[in-house]
């Protein structure tokens, strides 16, 4: 396992491992936190809602659909559009940026595609999003 | 989704519906299987995107399939809810009897299916398309063992290095498509290719549902067969409801080689399943393919509802 970043919980990040392991049919050691969830890991659309299955099963959470991009649409509140003809905008990508820290900002790039930003996501993606679902969780109790 | 119960049998498939889950027919082969093909109550967006909801309603279906044949051996999953779930993973967590996906009998007869053509035409390269996924994977796989010279498509660091272990090269699904005579479509979503990316002459073996190629004109000459249809076992009942249900799905002489996976599964006896989640497991075909030709049970090219015979490919 390359070395992770000091601020993961490493007992909740081997679950996330665990979860992409079993349903990309993986060895646990071919996940890392930086694996490309599509090129690096083989996954196609369906396996992104079975992971989302799993991390919901496993966690007791709930990842929305589509959660990640509808936060950043929702950021831009002046008016300004996400995309066009589905093309991300500038404050869209930058607005993704924010919502995705751990996706380096410059693969925004111009003319990026909202369909393209799943090939972006990575397992830190995923763990990032779980540990925020079960913060709120956790302040909603 | 299909339950079975064997000789006393019964077996479970299934498909999606609305509302509860219910029977929408009963197939058996004569004293020796009893199945009911069960509906669950989900379209497919919901399906997919809420999946528990998913799981509770084929956990209900189980006990509808159960409670229908008086007992139940084996689950067999139909369509999406085979991919749903952990493919097969989560529903076995909750039922005391195999869960099995389908994706071992459909792997089984488009490899068969596959090299029946790619014999008759005298081709030794095949293409295959979905590599991504556990048939089309398993697809390939099979047919580079058997000494065939295979080129998949898709892109990426992963499925580079899938490709490499396997012994097959990797291009470009258009690209892969358009340099080998004979092209196995196995994508999980279908309509990824334009007809015009297949070269002239050549016999495209379906198994994309939606079907591979988007609209268009297909080049001359080019055939699109059935990639994973089999005949109907000796003795095959199936009554009025599942006459409709073989006028809807693949005619009345034929079926999805999914269908026949809990049928073979629980007419053998074999307590686990042929395939369940992402991979198919080393030797599940072959696990297959032999239980299924001791039951009789052969694959079969087909052209909508009727067969066609490998040698008519070299009349076109």
């Keep these: ?141 | 989704m299909v339950g079975v119960r064997r000789a006393d049998w019964a077996m479970a498939v299934g498909g999606e519906g609305h509302g509860e889950p219910g029977v929408i027919c009963n197939l058996s082969i004569d004293g020796k299987a009893e199945g009911v093909v069960v509906s669950v109550p989900l379209l497919p967006e919901p399906l997919l995107t809420d999946q528990q909801a998913a799981l509770e309603g084929m956990v209900r279906a189980v006990e509808v399939a159960r409670q229908a044949l008086g007992g139940l051996d084996a689950v067999g999953l139909g369509s999406l809810l085979a991919v749903v779930a952990g493919r097969g993973a989560a529903l076995a967590e909750r039922v005391d009897i195999p869960v099995t996906t389908g994706a071992a009998a459909t792997t089984w007869a488009a490899v068969e299916n596959a090299v029946a053509v790619l014999d008759v035409l005298g081709e030794r390269r095949a293409a295959v398309l979905g590599f991504a996924g556990t048939v089309g994977q398993g697809v390939a796989a099979a047919l580079s063992a058997r000494g065939y010279d295979v080129v998949v498509g898709g892109s990426g660091k992963a499925m580079e290095r899938q490709a490499k272990k396997l012994g097959v090269s990797l291009d470009s699904p258009e690209g892969a498509a358009g340099s080998a005579r004979v092209v196995i479509g196995a994508s999980t979503t279908g309509g990824i290719l334009a007809p015009e990316a297949l070269a002239p002459g050549t016999v495209l073996l379906d198994i994309a549902l939606p079907p591979t190629l988007t609209p268009g004109k297909r080049p001359d000459g080019v055939t699109v067969l059935a990639g994973e249809a089999v005949a109907l076992p000796e003795g095959w009942q199936k009554g009025f409801w599942g006459t409709i249900y073989h006028w809807l799905s693949y005619g009345h002489s034929q079926a999805y080689a999914c269908l026949m996976e809990p049928i073979v599964l629980s007419m053998v006896g074999r307590e686990t399943p042929y395939a369940q989640g992402r991979r198919l497991k080393p030797g599940a075909l072959e696990d297959f393919g032999r239980d299924a030709a001791t039951l009789g049970l052969r694959p079969r090219l087909a052209r909508g509802w009727s067969e066609v015979r490998p040698q008519v490919l070299l009349t076109g």
């Design chain 1, 1 to 141: 396992m390359s070395a992770l970043p000091q601020h993961v919980d490493t007992a909740i990040y081997e679950k996330v491992v665990y979860c992409f392991a079993e349903a990309l049919g993986l060895d646990e050691d071919e996940v890392t936190y930086d694996s490309l969830v599509i090129d690096d890991l083989g996954a196609e659309s369906l396996d992104l809602l079975d992971i989302a299955f799993r991390l919901e099963r496993t966690f007791d959470i709930k990842i929305p659909r589509g959660g990640v991009e509808q936060a950043a649409q929702q950021a831009l509140d002046d008016g300004d559009p996400y995309e066009v003809d589905g093309i991300l905008t500038e404050r869209g990508r930058n607005s993704l940026a924010d919502a995705m820290p751990e996706i380096p900002r410059e693969e925004f790039r111009e003319g990026l595609k909202s369909v393209e930003v799943a090939l972006l996501f990575r397992v830190a993606t995923f763990y990032r999003l779980v540990v925020e679902l079960m913060a709120a969780k956790a302040n909603a109790s």
